[in-house]
Structures are given as structure tokens and as C-alpha cells.
């Protein structure tokens, strides 16, 4: 299993949780309450269990990478670099070092996350039996009394369960989400430093960081800039310099660095490089209309299929039967046809939902 396959594992296990919960029997008997809870913490610790299992070997992957492209990339400028290989290279103290504090990070990372969705999963099912029992005791629910606590379960759990990270705007990052992110960013981390370490050792210390289109703001700003490593370039802004930063700049940051030797650039390439620091501002967009217009479309489209994923769960979590779809695609089909299977949906959704209201 590689990093990517590890982030949909997480995905995976995040919805057969989901479905454990939508499928649950009875939940008003405490044995099987109990038993969902249960089994809950133990798909988690799985998670962990897998995560330590193959963080480690993707880090380590992601550097040794990195150091093989920083060496090719050294050779290519000229710069006479030693003759080990990438897995000799590595066992420097330099790199173990460097490899090693990555690899705690990132566990330890995962590991708090993975702690905080089984007490998030644990408090939203305690907390939904325990106000829904009461509501049964007096007489306040009336109708099929297991019916209605598994569907508040249900939703109560698709909004607050296995959430274990919030924003400071107050967002609850779901588990997979921000597993995702932490993966994503972890292993750029790892790119760069591996290859800002190869750089290093062997005397470069200016480094450029690549362009492309569609991009962010941010991204944008920092796309083609030369960056002193250790700040002894007079005439270039070092990431000793409040502000200035290596890539990755957000978790889907797709930038990367390459080596910027100065002693075969000619004094008008150097020049050039150092006026893009004296017109360069924190705060304005670098970006053209159209290059902002093509990075606004991009994330218009994930956007929408980010809302989508949340509206069929939202849907799952009190729908069930073989006419509801089986997964994401098939729902997104059917809600972008606009035919009558989604009519047919959204009444069934707003029935489901009076019901559970008329009922709480």
C-alpha cells in the first residue's frame, strides 16, 4: 500500500463506519450500543495500526526520491556532487536526521487525529441515546421509537461523528479529510526537504521555485522566485525572512524547487532575478485576469463535487433501500440528470426528515 492508497483507505473506512451506523439494530438496547461503539474503535485503531505501517516506508520513499532528482538535477547544472547512491546518501546523519523528525511529525500527527475522531464517534452516539431515550421515556416520541433513535443517530453522527480537527473559522474537519491533508503536505514537506538538504551538502544554496497554471494566490506570488537557503545572497529574499517560504504552500500545492546556481548565471540573469524581489509585494496577486479566471474555474468544479459528497451523505444518513445509490458517482449522475430519480430522491429526503422532525 503507497500514501494515496493509504488516503483512500482512510476514505473507505470512514464509510463502511458510516454505514455501520446507518445499518445499526435497535440502538435503545445498550448491549448493542455498546457493540457499534465498539466496533467503531476498533476500524480506528486499525487506521493507526496501517498508518504506522506505511507512513513510515512512504516518507522514507519520498525522500530517497527526492534526493536522486536534487543529485540528476545538481549534475545538470554542473555542480560535482559525490558518487554515492540515493540509499548511501540517506544514512548521512544530515538526512537520518531530517527523516526521521518527518516521520514522528507526521505520526504523531495522525495518531492525535485518530484519538479525537474515536472520542468524537463515542460522545455523538452517548449523547443522541441518551437525550433520545429520554424523550421516549415521557412520552415525547411517538411512533416506532427504534426507528427514530437510529436515524438521529444516523444524522447526528453524519454531522458530528468522527470529526477530529476544527478551523479557525470553526469548520469540523472529518478524519479522512484531514488525514488527507495531513498525507498530502507531509510528503511535499519530504520532497522539499530532501531535496534542500542534497542542495545544502553540497554547496547550493539558492534554489527556484517552479511555475505553473492553474494556481492560487499564494502560489502565485512565490511561482519563479529564487529563494536564498541560508541567507547570505545579498539581493534575495531568504526563508530566514519573515514571510518567505518553500513549497508546499497549501495541501494541494502541486510546486515544487530546483537548484539556482549563481556562479554560471550570467551578471543580467542574476540581475533579473534580483529585480523580481524589489517589485515583489506580499500582498498583490502576481497572476494575470486570465490566469486568476482558470484557477477560479478549477476549484468551481471541485467545489461542486465536494458539495455533492456532502449532500449524499447528508441523503445516506436517512435513506436506505436499493433504490438509493450505492455510491458517490452514481448519486452525482443522478442529481446532475435532474430526471425523476432525483426528484424522487429529494421527496423521499424530505419526507425522511419531516418524519424525524415531526417525531424529536
Known sequence: MNHTQLIEYFA????????????????????????????????????????????????????????????????????????????????????????????????????????????????????????????????LIQGNGRKIVAKRVAQ??????????????????????????VVSVKMRDTSTQGAVNRYQENGVTLVKISSHSPSCAVCGRFAGMVVSLNGKHPGFRSVNDPGIKLPPFHPSCRHTISSWVDTYKTPKEIEEEKNKWRNWREDIDKRTLAQQRAYKKEQDIRRKAHEELKLYEKYRSLLKGEDFPKTIGAFRRIKRNGGKSWQKLQVAYRQANRELKTNG
Open 12 to 139: 473507505q473506512v470512514i464509510q463502511g463506519i458510516f454505514s455501520r451506523v446507518n445499518n445499526a439494530k435497535d440502538l435503545t438496547n445498550d448491549k448493542n450500543a455498546q457493540a457499534l461503539i465498539t466496533a467503531i474503535l476498533n476500524e480506528l485503531d486499525g487506521l493507526g495500526i496501517k498508518t504506522s505501517e506505511v507512513m513510515p516506508k512512504e516518507l522514507e520513499k519520498a525522500y530517497l526520491q527526492a534526493i536522486s532528482g536534487a543529485t540528476q538535477d545538481l549534475v545538470a547544472q554542473k555542480v560535482k556532487v559525490d558518487a554515492l547512491k540515493p540509499a548511501d546518501v540517506i544514512k548521512k546523519k544530515l538526512h537520518v536526521a531530517a527523516l526521521t523528525s518527518l516521520v514522528r511529525d507526521t505520526l504523531q500527527d495522525l495518531r492525535v487525529a485518530i484519538r479525537a475522531a474515536k472520542q468524537s464517534a463515542t460522545t455523538t452516539i452517548k449523547k443522541v441515546l441518551s437525550k433520545t431515550k429520554r424523550e421516549i421515556a415521557k412520552g
Open 156 to 181: 447526528a453522527f453524519q454531522e458530528e461523528g468522527l470529526t477530529c480537527f476544527t478551523t479557525a473559522d470553526g469548520k469540523r474537519l472529518r478524519l479522512d479529510k484531514y488525514a488527507k491533508t
